[in-house]
């Protein structure tokens, strides 16, 4: 496990250069390589030439909006995502996750808290990267590749997933047209079924999928049980 860590490239988003440090320090500890950018233009410059496996992003960035930064990270990369913010305010956690982390670390935090969020989030990604007998799944017109946590549409247009859409959509295609509780939805993490990232990147989901999100046609609530995913599936490589 270590050693297949310790390719792994984590890009730390912070100004606080104490906090940074804190991250880098306790990273480098668990064999992670570290980059550190001190601005949102320092990111997306060093993005050019780097594919981390993983951003951690402060939210409170100098020149750059923290979510806008994320974004803009998400529309090109499919790596992890997770938004530190010391803002305590559960719109910002919220919304961080609608545009496409995967968590998010409330400072102050416990370092070793971070470093077991981080490899959470890279196992998943492994998880879902992992099967490559099942890497497309076609519905609808819809093509969902794992391989990569791209979705594409009928007419090409193309959506980036993050790491928990993928995971969640993965879930659905391999067991279509079936009732899934919340719990099986939420795969290897640790929530309390009440937790609300469920439902929000069951609504991100449905905005990238559904002609009409407030008359859903794939993924349906079912009151009181959870959701169904009402599709018929392909997986092309599989049959061809
Ligand atoms: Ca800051």
Same mark, same amino acid.
């Given at each position: 496990?270590? #050693?297949?860590?310790?390719?792994?490239?984590? +890009?730390?988003?912070?100004?606080?250069?104490? +906090?940074?440090?804190?991250?880098?320090?306790?990273?480098?500890?668990?064999?992670?390589?570290?980059?550190?950018?001190?601005?949102?233009?320092?990111? %997306?410059?060093?993005?050019?030439?780097?594919?981390?496996?993983?951003?951690?992003?402060?939210?409170?960035?100098?020149?750059?909006?923290?979510?806008?930064?994320?974004?803009?990270?998400? =529309?090109?990369?499919?790596?992890?995502?997770?938004?530190?913010?010391?803002?305590?305010?559960?719109? #910002?956690?919220?919304?961080?996750?609608? %545009?496409?982390?995967?968590?998010?670390?409330?400072?102050?935090?416990?370092?070793?808290?971070?470093?077991?969020? +981080?490899?959470?989030?890279?196992?998943?990604?492994? $998880?879902? &990267?992992?099967?490559? =007998?099942?890497?497309?799944?076609?519905?609808?017109?819809?093509?969902? /590749?794992?391989?990569? /946590?791209?979705? &594409?549409?009928? $007419?090409?247009?193309?959506? &980036?997933?993050?790491?928990?859409?993928?995971?969640?959509?993965?879930?659905?295609?391999?067991?279509? $047209?079936?009732?899934?509780?919340?719990?099986?939805?939420?795969?290897?993490? /640790? %929530?309390?079924?009440?937790?609300?990232?469920?439902?929000?990147?069951?609504?991100?989901?449905?905005?990238?999928?559904?002609? $009409?999100?407030?008359?859903?046609?794939?993924?349906?609530?079912?009151?009181?049980?959870?959701?169904?995913?009402?599709?018929?599936? /392909?997986?092309?490589?599989?049959?061809?």
């Amino acid at each position: 496990m270590k #050693d297949a860590e310790s390719n792994k490239l984590i +890009v730390i988003v912070e100004d606080d250069p104490d +906090v940074a440090r804190i991250i880098e320090q306790v990273l480098s500890d668990f064999s992670f390589r570290t980059v550190w950018c001190r601005s949102a233009s320092d990111l %997306l410059r060093r993005l050019r030439t780097l594919a981390p496996d993983l951003c951690i992003i402060d939210l409170g960035l100098p020149d750059m909006d923290g979510l806008e930064a994320m974004q803009r990270v998400r =529309a090109q990369s499919a790596c992890g995502i997770i938004i530190l913010t010391g803002r305590a305010h559960i719109s #910002d956690r919220v919304m961080g996750l609608e %545009l496409g982390a995967d968590d998010y670390i409330l400072k102050p935090f416990e370092p070793r808290e971070l470093v077991a969020r +981080v490899r959470s989030i890279l196992r998943r990604r492994e $998880n879902t &990267q992992s099967n490559p =007998a099942r890497k497309i799944a076609e519905f609808s017109g819809w093509h969902f /590749n794992l391989g990569n /946590n791209t979705l &594409q549409a009928a $007419n090409g247009e193309e959506h &980036q997933l993050s790491t928990s859409e993928a995971e969640l959509l993965k879930v659905f295609v391999s067991n279509p $047209n079936r009732i899934l509780q919340r719990e099986q939805l939420m795969g290897t993490r /640790n %929530l309390s079924p009440t937790d609300r990232s469920i439902d929000v990147r069951i609504s991100r989901l449905r905005r990238k999928l559904e002609p $009409n999100a407030e008359s859903p046609a794939f993924i349906k609530t079912v009151y009181g049980a959870g959701y169904l995913f009402l599709a018929t599936v /392909n997986w092309p490589e599989e049959n061809p």
